[in-house]
């Protein structure tokens, strides 16, 4: 079974950067994607999608240019380096993995499918 640990959240200032890792075991998908999701305070039924990865990534508009993706096959762990941290980013931070489904938005796709890390908090101070 997939399984996902997510780490490397923290308090920092804004302007301040972080770098989240997410380690991943039991991974044996033909064809699978990744994304990065976060639960913003009074948000925590809504994740929202920051970046997906399904061969190349995409980011959402609130963290492109200041957030990147990266990965360590070796490791199997894949990493958000975060720059520029404002308290709009402040948010529970979860890697989600899973199978793609036909005709379906790699995004949709793992929240119908996909396999949760347990999370880890990002608080940005102004």
């Known amino acids: 079974e997939l399984q996902l640990l997510d780490s490397g959240g923290g308090s920092v200032q804004s302007g301040g950067s972080l770098r989240l890792s997410c380690a991943t075991s039991g991974y044996n998908y033909k064809r699978s994607g990744m994304a990065w999701f976060r639960r913003a305070p009074g948000k925590e039924h809504d994740p929202f999608p920051i970046?997906?990865?399904?061969?190349?990534?995409n980011y959402s508009a609130s963290v492109e240019g200041r957030f990147t993706l990266s990965q360590d096959y070796a490791k199997n762990t894949l990493f958000l380096q975060m720059n520029n941290l404002g308290p709009e980013d402040t948010a529970a931070y979860y890697c989600?993995?899973?199978?793609?489904?036909?005709?379906?938005?790699?995004?949709?796709?793992?929240?119908?499918?996909?396999?949760w890390g347990q999370g880890t908090q990002v608080t940005v101070s102004s």
């Open positions: 989600v993995a899973g199978p793609c489904i036909d005709e379906m938005p790699i995004v949709q796709a793992l929240i119908v499918a996909g396999y």
């Open positions: 970046v997906d990865l399904q061969g190349t990534a």
